[in-house]
């Protein structure tokens, strides 16, 4: 038998979650972004989910191979475009769509000239300051581009810095400025996709005809200080475990590698399978929690390899054999990242390969 971690995806939470951005994105077309394999629940989980979306959105080349032949036969978009032009006989043999984001990209492409029928979207910067044309270089940037024999111009594309509620305050990169950055741009209705998670939430007056949407179809809230739940989407991973044994100890005892907790009073500390190998941040501070037979168990001492103790002292029901939950419905992935000074993704795309993945309906 396998150690008793793993990670449980639920099928039906995905296609709920696919079904209420749905609606918040409207008449707009809905990119599934499912880059870093699916925020790490499997693309080809990903592909059967959200088999109601428009298309999905990737990262790596090779995804769009993957995507089809698990599959998925409409649209697919390379968010960050190509890498190296001997892509681009695969992406168009594959009927995919790229990104363009700056010169050296166009170069490429008039470089490896005629195509049969490439189709690309012109990335424009709207204050991330990553990839992206200056919103003013978009007119001539789209007449170099159809100039290309084979070259399609799809529409526009811009991934916003903030677009999270807080950030509605008017001053640098704030959603304002960003808008206000795109200029005309800001007002086209055809041929453009500007809004991920959050400005598909919060920014209705963010136009457009399509939405790239990511970590909300995984359930989880892109602010974290506002729940998932009032949200109407739900977390669509368990990480799961069992205690393996249990430790009746002292007041003065200590607990793990260079004992980092010590007992104030008689303690029953709980030996978790889940450690910084599977994926989870030994960063977690002590006292982060685990959900154990209907309560919350504090993490102490140090996360090891392969195992972590909690403190069971309270919850005398808990035994070995116990079920334990890391984060899924209980424990929500947002809260635990805002608790180690990260984000959900960052947690849910670490899950490490030894983890054994699982799927139900719920
Ligand atoms: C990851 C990504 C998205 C999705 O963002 P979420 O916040 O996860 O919804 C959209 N667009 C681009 C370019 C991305 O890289």
Known sequence: MPRPIKATIHMGSLRHNLQSMRKLAGKRMLWAVVKA?????????????????????????????????????????????FFKPQDLPMIEANDAETVVHNEEGIRLLQQFAPFKNLKVHIKINSGMNRFGFRPEEEASVRATLSSIAGVTVMGITTHFANACPEWDYGGPVSVKEQMQNLGELARRQTGACF?????????????????????????VSPEPAIASRT?????????????????????????????????????????????????????????????????????VGNIAMDVMMVDLTDIPQAHVGSTVELWGEHIAVADLATRAGTIAAELLCAVAPRVPFCEDEN
Not at 38 to 61: M, S
Not at 261 to 273: D, E, K, L, W, Y
């Open 195 to 219: 809004a991920n998670s959050a400005a598909t939430i919060w920014l209705p007056q963010v136009a457009g005809d399509a939405v790239r949407v990511g970590i909300s179809l995984y359930g």
């Open 231 to 299: 949200l109407n989407i739900k977390p669509a991973m368990t990480l799961s475990s069992e205690i393996l044994a249990i430790q009746n100890i002292r007041p003065g005892e200590s607990v793990g590698y260079c004992s980092r907790f010590t007992a104030q009073r008689p303690s029953r500390i709980g030996v978790v399978a889940c450690g910084f190998a599977d994926g989870y941040l030994r960063g977690m501070p002590q006292g982060s929690p685990v959900y154990v037979e209907g309560h919350m168990a504090p993490i």
């Open 37 to 81: 394999d699916a925020y790490g629940h499997g693309l080809e989980r990903a592909v059967r989910a959200f088999e109601e979306a428009d298309g999905l959105a990737i990262i790596d080349i090779f995804d769009i191979e993957r995507a089809r032949r698990f599959g998925w036969k409409k649209r697919l978009l390379l968010l960050q475009g």
